[in-house]
């Protein structure tokens, strides 16, 4: 019996540090580069990653938002009484190896993964071309940012007082 608590032990042990590997070790290395590769958009090998054609749009906002290459930011919605204001820790590269990685890390099957906010959510492009956010920290679910990667690129940015 003690034997059999033992093994259970050290397999739920090697789980963990799988988990761990995978996602520490093996993640950083599969995405090394990443920085360098964020204006340069791969809307043919992200189609056949998530199998749907990338949105001209998100192409778009890849090439010239200013924002893109910013890491934790608010994007703000200045259309919406009151603003509505979106936490950014950064944006993902639109290439297949990212894409691909990006959807791995965060169990996302519908859509395109762009950015992330450092705590477990996800922001994403629609089939349809809607900027979604989706958390497991959100009980709503998942929450429409923008109609579509123009409106997006049209958000203000900003920081909090405390993070200056």
Excluded: C, H
């Amino acid at each position: 019996m003690v034997n059999v608590a033992v093994v259970v032990v050290l397999l739920a042990l090697l789980s963990f540090l799988g988990v761990v590997v995978r996602f520490s070790i093996v993640s950083a290395w599969r995405s090394k580069g990443a920085r360098s590769r964020l204006r340069q958009v791969d809307p043919a090998g992200t189609a056949a990653v998530v199998g749907f054609r990338v949105p001209e749009e998100v192409v778009e906002l890849y090439r010239s938002a200013p924002f893109l290459t910013q890491t934790e930011f608010r994007l703000i919605d200045r259309s919406t009484v009151p603003p509505k204001e979106w936490f950014v820790g950064g944006f993902f590269p639109l290439a297949p190896v990212d894409v691909r990685e990006q959807r791995k890390v965060f169990g996302l099957k519908d859509g395109i993964p762009i950015a992330d906010d450092l705590s477990k959510g996800v922001y994403f492009v629609a089939s349809d071309g809607r900027v979604v956010f989706r958390s497991p920290n959100n009980t709503r679910g998942d929450v429409v940012v923008a109609r579509t990667a123009s409106d997006l690129a049209a958000f203000a940015t900003g920081r909090d007082e405390s993070e200056e």
